[in-house]
């Protein structure tokens, strides 16, 4: 491949002269990447909690024909807020401004971001953004209620009135400017602060994910926030771009929501199927079956997301259909390399179930289901009769859901012991899988139905003798199996807390670079660095012996080992 | 053959699962030749129809690619679990292998493409003769339904809350009760009715699930459409585009009637003034 210069860095031995602040005030003022990321980890998480305990409000409303929990009005609050807590302030800074944040810098040898103080700024302004989004609950008029996706004209002062959009406008363009300078960092510290000899293809699989995703973000997030820009004109200072009455254009709002919606839809997913592709092969025994074609394949899936925004707009009767179509049903085609990868991987392997990997099987069975209905959905016809329907509503939770919470949190228990140097309990956590793993498809298999049966999303009552009850009645009893598997999350992280059990620096014989800092990392992450002459270090360094197979060969060519033990130079 | 002096025994239960086998069949074929509906609708219109055979095919296709992938999963993690502390053949690549499962897909996602196209010509034709044309009007929150002669069905969710039919109606009784809340747009069957679909303020989504169909009403934009009902009867609809405090309650329906009933129900109607002459899209 190339011919980098491969030896081992030793970083200069400094005093440790970071022994600033302690405590909260740690947490405040630092710049050091591990800090944020675990900022963002903590925030990005409560933020998951409020928004599961608004999806059980909205699930128990909905339990009975006419139900009475909540007012229309709550309703379309809490449902709007649902979305917009998972998507903005959940899914996208848990993934990219918590783990990546903490991970990437590991994975790539490198001792910081490329730019800590701007890394700081991120966090301070996805923090303030949150709070800024909840305070639409204690504003006169209540929080925003159109929807996370705000169509106008609905978002217009005209017909939402009130500060609580106008806080849910701020809090996007906040988070927004936030993603866009994490973007920024993590391209940079990627392109220009890996370690000697880790070339672009001997990046983990994480870091490349990561890479994309950051790439994606610097698309889509100017988008939004240019978009919700001029929303805000025309609620305030008369603009008109989105409205007939002054020449605007309504539908233009959503072809500049949806330009960032779809990408954002792969910000979202990237990130986390990196995550079930480090754990999958280290919980396999094995290297990442079909490394190259996984790296080419999240390329393609990012270049394709950005011309496919306009099949959210199917029913719009404005849109090009075939085109629109064809490009949503062929992201199937690097989505379908990837699973094949992951089957690949485990093929022949010797697979352990620990909690990290079991989250990971979780995530492949809920986005193969999710995955499904997606191309399903991308035939313009059948949305025709999908469209704003509970079968939607299914298909979406099925990948974010997979993505975002099985990946997630296989990441997490991956994780753990490197952030904290300890072990979580493993009966917990799979018992937190396994109440997880049911209470999900008992939630959403019904749904698929209920929309085929043609019942819209976002309705805070339906009428009854419909033959909907006994489903959502299924469908509620699985989002309280949901909630409930959480229990089993915060005692885990209870009994952790108070009878630490020592985790070692690389518990799972695992394969990438964070695996060789101390866990948790000292600050600036390494003293020293293995050779990296593959896409595994570690597992190199550690397996000196093992012979692995040339590119192209399938066990029955010529076996030329790449294992490289420590260099003696 | 050792097992001689078993056979008749197994020759009467095989033959009985073979007559149970043969009767499935039977059952299935002469039923008239019934496609399973897949959860789906089977479409009351003929567009609606042609979405519901695309939809059977791909629901089969998902299910058989859908199945094999699973499936594999599933093996890979029972066989492949770990049994001893040897290491695994450390294989990475298999350049065949992996082609094929690029290729393969880009066939699938090929042909579906190719029946999705030739679908969706036939569910958006319009035609440019249509036996009736109606204007229909959303608003917050409600449905207005345009015929010729001035005749206008018009009800509010909100003041309005539960109008099963337009006033007069003489056309078949309307029932369940709850296929028919909301104002009713009538329309001949088996006749072609053309849809012109126009929003006063938000958008808003006419979906008419047994019809198999849904578009979007947007202020500024006109969307025309053609239904052409098969058999007479009640359709429940309502909007599924998120359009503000009472979405929910934005229900309406459907009821197509032989085209002479039609006629004389819309002769039967007070022409009224609509709301459209002074609010233009």
């Given amino acids: 491949m190339t011919t980098l210069v491969e030896r081992p860095v030793v970083h200069a031995e400094h005093p440790e002269h970071h022994e600033g602040p302690t405590g909260l005030l740690k947490w405040m003022t630092s710049t050091d990447h591990k800090v944020i990321g675990m900022n963002y980890i903590v925030t990005s998480l409560v933020m998951f909690f409020f928004a599961g305990i608004m999806a059980l409000v909205i699930r128990t409303q909905l339990t009975v024909p006419s139900g009475a929990v909540v007012s229309n009005q709550q309703f379309n609050e809490l449902f709007t807020m649902h979305g917009s807590l998972m998507l903005y302030l959940f899914a996208g800074p848990f993934a990219f401004g918590g783990l990546a944040n903490y991970i990437v810098p590991l994975q790539v040898g490198a001792p910081d971001m490329a730019f800590p103080r701007l890394n700081a700024l991120s966090y301070w302004l996805y923090l303030s953004g949150s709070i800024t989004m909840m305070l639409g609950f204690m504003v006169a008029g209540g929080a925003a209620a159109f929807g996370w996706v705000a169509y106008a004209p609905l978002s217009e002062a005209t017909f939402s009135p009130g500060s609580g959009p106008d806080l849910w406008i701020l809090a996007l363009a906040l988070t927004g400017f936030s993603a866009i300078f994490t973007g920024v960092n993590l391209v940079t510290t990627i392109f220009y602060l890996r370690a000697p000899g880790m070339t672009m293809f001997r990046m983990p699989i994480f870091t490349w994910n990561m890479l994309v995703t950051a790439i994606l973000i610097l698309i889509a997030f100017p988008v939004l926030t240019a978009a919700v820009v001029m929303l805000f004109c025309d609620r305030h200072f008369g603009t008109h771009i989105y409205t007939v009455q002054g020449g605007g254009v309504p539908v233009l709002y959503q072809n500049l929501f949806w330009f960032f919606g779809h990408p954002e839809v792969y910000i979202l997913a990237l990130p986390y199927f990196g995550i079930a592709t480090e754990v999958i092969p280290v919980f396999s025994r094995k290297p990442l079956f079909g490394y190259k074609g996984m790296a080419f394949a999240t390329m393609s899936i990012a270049a394709l997301s950005t011309g496919v925004w306009a099949h959210h707009m199917f029913t719009t009767g404005t849109v090009l259909l075939p085109f629109f179509s064809l490009l949503s049903l062929l992201i199937a085609v690097p989505t379908g390399i990837k699973f094949f990868n992951w089957i690949g991987t485990m093929w022949r392997g010797s697979i352990v179930f620990g909690t990290p990997m079991l989250f990971s099987i979780g995530f492949l069975f809920a986005f193969l289901m999710g995955g499904l209905t997606g191309v399903m959905l991308a035939s313009p016809p059948i949305d025709f009769v999908t469209h704003d329907t509970y079968f939607v509503v299914a298909h979406f939770h099925q990948v974010l859901f997979g993505s975002a919470v099985f990946a997630g949190f296989s990441g997490l228990y991956f994780w753990y012991p490197k952030f904290f140097g300890r072990m979580y309990n493993e009966t917990l956590g799979k018992l937190h899988f396994w109440f997880l793993f049911i209470g999900f498809w008992v939630t959403f298999m019904p749904q698929y139905e209920l929309g085929l049966k043609g019942m819209p999303r976002r309705v805070a009552t339906y009428p009854a003798g419909l033959g909907w009850q006994n489903l959502n009645i299924v469908s509620t009893v699985g989002a309280f199996i949901i909630g409930f598997s959480f229990v089993f999350f915060l005692v885990n992280l209870w009994v952790s807390w108070r009878k630490p059990v020592p985790a070692g620096d690389n518990p799972w014989d695992a394969h990438a670079l964070e695996w060789f800092a101390t866990s948790p990392p000292v600050h600036h992450n390494f003293t020293k660095l293995p050779p990296v002459r593959s896409e595994r270090p570690v597992w190199d360094f550690h397996h000196p012996d093992a012979r692995t197979i040339e590119h192209g060969h399938n066990g029955h060519g010529q076996l030329v080992g790449t294992g490289a033990g420590p260099r003696q130079d | ?281």
């Fill in chain 2, 1 to 281: 053959m050792t097992d001689e002096p078993l056979r008749p025994a197994l020759t009467g239960r095989r033959r009985r699962g073979a007559l149970v086998l043969v009767g499935v069949a039977l059952s299935l074929l002469l039923g008239g030749c019934q496609v399973p509906d897949f959860f789906g609708f089977r479409g009351a219109t003929k567009q609606g129809h042609d979405e519901f055979l695309l939809y059977v095919g791909t629901f089969i296709a998902a299910l058989v690619v859908g199945g094999f992938v699973g499936l594999l999963i599933l093996f890979a993690v029972v066989r492949y679990r770990r049994r001893n502390e040897e290491m695994p053949k450390q294989f990475q690549y298999h350049i065949a292998l992996e082609l094929t499962y690029t290729v393969v897909p880009i066939i699938i996602v090929l042909i579906l493409f190719g029946f999705t196209v030739i679908t969706e010509n036939r569910v958006d034709a319009v035609t440019p003769k249509p036996n009736l044309t109606v204007d229909v009007y959303a608003f917050q929150w409600g449905w207005e339904f345009d015929y010729p002669n001035h005749v206008v069905v018009r009800a509010e969710t909100t003041t309005d809350p539960d109008p099963v039919g337009p006033e007069g109606l003489s056309g078949p009784q309307c029932s369940p009760a709850a296929w028919c809340l909301g104002p009713g747009l009538i329309l001949p069957s088996g006749e072609t009715t053309q849809i012109n679909l126009r929003s006063r303020d938000v958008v808003h989504g006419f979906f008419v699930p047994e019809f198999n169909f849904s578009r979007y009403a947007q202020p500024g934009v006109l969307n025309q459409f053609d239904f052409t009902v098969i058999k007479p009867g009640v359709f429940r609809a309502q909007c599924t585009q998120f359009c503000g405090l009472y979405h929910s309650l934005m229900l309406f329906h459907v009821v197509a009637m032989p085209p002479t009933q039609f006629q004389t129900w819309l002769t039967a109607q007070e022409p009224t003034t609509s709301l459209n002459t002074k609010a233009a899209p």
